[in-house]
């Protein structure tokens, strides 16, 4: 996830690394890894390089010259504009920022945005489920022709959230599943995949406590062993991108984290 190998961006827990972004490249080379989850803040989302031709020119660059790519983009804008906005004008802006992320897609070979449901973008009533179907079910057509997933994450139990992408029904709309969060929720990992297993195309490596914060990998909740065994049941090709807890540095608890969960990514 952007920002983990480095300082964080105004003391905030994770934002994209404005002005010192591409630092992260070489960094991510000399460990090993080979793709970078890209974040669009809602601050100062006018300074994030995926916003402008000349960034993503500059995006396209670092990939160039290291060799670690950007496929995915976790638009945490939508958290604090979700699509589904009751103030019309808001819900519009949102909508267009999509848009033109859409746009950019095939310029930076973007296999998945995600779209973050949880926390004061929740779908966790009615309403806000049919407002969120209305504006995504209009990108469909975009979304088909490009060939770009819109992952979901959502506060969603198994079954509505099953009943969600139904209703959505494109092959297009897809599962960012989030295991720290999934435990902190309570939910069963197995019984989750079971319901979506197969639309699962990006997943977050995290742990944290039931009804907690984020703890280092393997202090937490979350059955890294169940889920693991589970995935195993599916033809599984997306990303894993390490969103685990972080420090102020970043750097070596990071390398301390991929370690530990290294033998699980090998298992499979």
């Known amino acids: ?11 905030r827990y994770q934002a994209h690394p404005v002005n010192y972004w591409h630092e992260e490249f070489e960094v991510a080379r ?7 989850e890209f974040i669009l803040d809602f601050n100062e989302v006018e300074k994030n390089p995926l916003m402008s031709s000349s960034g993503v020119i500059k995006i396209n660059s670092m990939i ?10 976790c638009a945490d804008y939508f958290m604090d504009k979700p699509l589904h906005n009751l103030d019309v004008n808001e819900a519009k802006a949102s909508f267009l920022i999509l848009e033109h992320l859409l746009s950019i897609a095939g310029d930076i070979d973007i296999t998945d ?3 973050p449901c949880v926390d004061h973008s929740s779908l966790s009533d009615i309403d806000a489920v049919s407002r969120f179907i209305d504006k995504v079910g209009k990108l469909i057509p975009h979304l088909e022709s490009k060939n770009v997933n819109l992952s979901l994450e959502t506060d969603l139990a198994p079954l509505p959230f099953s009943k969600l992408l139904t209703e959505l029904n494109c092959k297009n709309i897809t599962v960012n599943y989030d295991i720290g969060n999934s435990a902190a929720q309570g939910f069963d990992s197995s019984d989750e995949m079971s319901y979506y297993g197969h639309k699962i195309t990006d997943i977050h ?7 907690g ?3 280092t990998l393997g202090e937490g909740d979350a059955d890294f062993s169940a889920f693991f065994n589970k995935l195993k ?14 420090d102020e540095e970043g750097l070596e608890i990071f390398k301390k984290q991929l370690a530990w969960v290294k033998p699980y990514l090998e298992s499979l």
């Open 30 to 36: 000399e460990i090993g890894l080979d793709c970078i």
């Open 205 to 211: 490596i995290k742990d944290r406590l039931l009804a």
């Open 113 to 115: 945005i995600v779209i």
């Open 233 to 246: 049941e599916f033809n599984y090709k997306g990303p894993f991108i390490m969103q685990a807890y972080r």
């Open 1 to 11: 996830m952007q920002g983990r190998l480095l300082p964080k961006y105004q003391g």
């Open 213 to 215: 914060g984020p703890v």
């Open 64 to 73: 160039k010259q290291t060799g670690v790519s950007v496929n995915t983009i």
